[in-house]
């Protein structure tokens, strides 16, 4: 069992910032892959960047790049997600998910382990 709790998430203006992060406990695989996902309002959930955790290498989604930056920091069992520009459009639930292949992908049924979501609201 992998435990991942989020945190960070608050209502903010918009083209402000937040950092959210991502707590990783419970087995650990020797390869895997973490991501962010998103839901806003009466929308699925979406993809928003993954990082594999042994090399760092990232995949960001189109909407996101050049404003969102993925992270990790290994000594701590964290991952980042770093929110800047933010879009009233960015609003909704985010969530950490965690994955037992080294390998980054956009599908949330790939993913087996997910943490609760924390709430991230832009106002316009």
């Known amino acids: 069992q992998v435990d991942l709790v989020e945190s960070g998430g608050g209502l903010v203006q918009a083209g402000d910032s937040l950092r959210l992060s991502c707590a990783v406990s419970?087995?650990?695989?020797?390869?895997?892959?973490m991501g962010w996902f998103r839901q806003g309002p009466g929308k699925e959930r979406e993809f928003v960047a993954g990082?594999?955790?042994?090399?760092?290498?990232?995949h960001h989604a189109d909407s996101v790049r050049g404003r969102f930056t993925i992270s990790r920091d290994k000594a701590k069992n964290t991952v980042y997600l770093q929110l800047n520009s933010l879009k009233a459009e960015d609003t909704g639930v985010y969530y950490c998910?965690?994955?037992?292949?080294?390998?980054?992908?956009?599908?949330?049924?790939?993913?087996?382990?997910w943490g609760q979501g924390t709430q991230v609201t832009v106002s316009s």
């Open positions: 998910a965690a994955r037992g292949l080294a390998l980054i992908t956009a599908t949330p049924g790939s993913y087996a382990y």
């Open positions: 419970g087995r650990t695989f020797s390869s895997y892959a």
């Open positions: 990082i594999i955790w042994a090399t760092g290498s990232t």
